[in-house]
């Protein structure tokens, strides 16, 4: 039953990919819009086929993944701690809660000319931007997960003299971690987002949005910039796909994986 489910998802999914292809097709053939602006879907997934073969193309990509998993690293190990602290100590949270409510809503695309200024264009720039996007999910994930700790358990431990760090590391933390891992899994989005649009904003160095960015500015680039955009959707889809089999795979108990698994 859970593999026919799961199965189902997927056939269905790719029924809605291939129904979007042939629309996209049929628009640019019967000549909707013009082919230079539009070029049929067929020659996009040529072209994106043929990118898997160009060595500079995928140096870009290595690039870019670089910047997308240190980011994302850097903040995993900014905003657990300082999530388990905000969530466990409320003077600490209460202290600096109008910061993190000031910093949150600023979009990191709007500081992408400060920060180039600061660190320059390189991979530096990239790394700290997806660094601030993907620690705001984490971080307010991990306090979220702190609040919905089973209350019972760390009375418990308390009554049998555990201290505040054993009931974090016994009780909390594991109850915490699969609002965690569901953070982590919506800053990787975030990430690649970000990754992509510095480069695309930068315009030289390398990357794929670098790749991106170039071919819009070439004559009939556009078959070349959907075939960027198909490898940046078609790396979002895989690095979500991991990542819910990892959550599927760690924490099989929880709602949202419940037979599933």
Known sequence: ???????????????GVLLALGVCEAVSRAGIVRRSYFPPA????VRSVELAGDSVFLDGVGATLRAWALGLGLAC???VPLGLLFGSVPVVD???RAIVEFLRPLPSVALIPLVSLLLGSGTET?????????????LFNTVYGLGETDPLAKE????FGFGRLSVLLRVELP???PFIAAGIRISAAVALILAVATEILAGFGEGLGIYIAQAGLATDGTRDVL????????????INGVLVWAERKLFPWTPAHRGTG
């Open 1 to 15: 039953m859970k593999r026919t489910g799961r199965l189902r998802e997927w056939w269905l999914g790719a029924l």
């Open 42 to 45: 067929s020659e996009v997934l």
């Open 77 to 79: 190990a900014i905003a």
């Open 94 to 96: 209460a202290a600096v």
């Open 126 to 138: 990239k790394v700290a931007l997806v660094t601030y996007a993907s620690v705001w999910p984490i």
């Open 156 to 159: 418990t431990l308390r009554a």
């Open 175 to 177: 109850g915490t971690a």
């Open 227 to 238: 075939a960027g955009v198909v490898w940046a959707g078609t790396l979002g889809l895989v």
